[in-house]
């Protein structure tokens, strides 16, 4: 049952995007992912050209279900912190490591969890930076949900949403990191098996996890 309590956000730039929201999508509590730009200056920030920010995912999350210290958990655990300016192939100041905050609490939040970070080896910095969050510039639709968007299986299985309700979608944001094989084991078993047991059934539409 949806608790009454409002909805929080939290934003995170990690690597590229796609990934990003992949990583934070089908973690119960999570009720909406979206991709776009931060922690940068630039006005109006595109795809190419966007300047001075960086990738980021905005997590709408249910507080009563999931918090901020899990999500910094899942932030530390989906990338490298230690690399400047990327991760793997990804490279540039737009792939950049950052912990967006609102809130002395959240900040604090925030520096004990990169400290615990750093003391897991003195060896490589790590290079996370925390910042207040400014603004979040939401990303063309075309990133948005980009894993989920290349299995036109799962799509079809969605029953073929129009854009602004994939957007939109708690089942969008859980199959977006499912196709992405990026949810937590446990998760990506439950819906393999209930995927195999709509098929079974015979094709009707899937409708929630
Ligand atoms: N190397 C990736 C980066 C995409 S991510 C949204 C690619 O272009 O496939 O920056």
Not at 18 to 35: I, K, P, Q
Request: hydrophobic share 35%; proline share 6%; with cysteine.
């Amino acid at each position: 049952d949806p608790s009454n309590q409002p909805l929080q956000t939290a934003v995170f730039a990690l690597g590229c995007f796609w990934r990003s929201e992949a990583a934070f999508g089908c973690l119960n509590g999570v009720v909406r992912t979206s991709v776009g730009y931060a922690g940068g200056s630039k006005p109006n920030p595109e795809y190419r050209s966007l300047g001075d920010h960086a990738e980021c995912v905005q997590v709408e999350y249910d507080p009563e279900v999931i918090g901020f210290r899990q999500l910094l958990e899942v932030f530390w655990s989906n990338h490298d912190s230690r690399q400047v300016f990327g991760q793997g192939p990804d490279v540039g100041n737009q792939y950049r490591s950052i912990i967006f905050t609102s809130g002395t609490e959240e900040s604090r939040l925030a520096a004990v969890s990169k400290e615990r970070e750093q003391s897991k080896s003195k060896s490589s910095i790590v290079t996370t930076q925390i910042q207040q969050l400014e603004a979040f510039h939401p990303a063309e639709p075309e990133h948005q949900k980009f894993e989920l968007k290349r299995n036109p299986f799962l799509l079809q299985l969605m029953g073929n949403l129009p854009e602004e309700e994939l957007e939109r979608s708690t089942l969008a944001a859980k199959l977006n990191g499912y196709a992405a094989e990026l949810c937590p084991s446990r998760i990506q078993k439950q819906i393999d098996a209930k995927i195999n047991d709509i098929i079974k059934k015979g094709w009707p539409i899937l409708r929630e996890i």
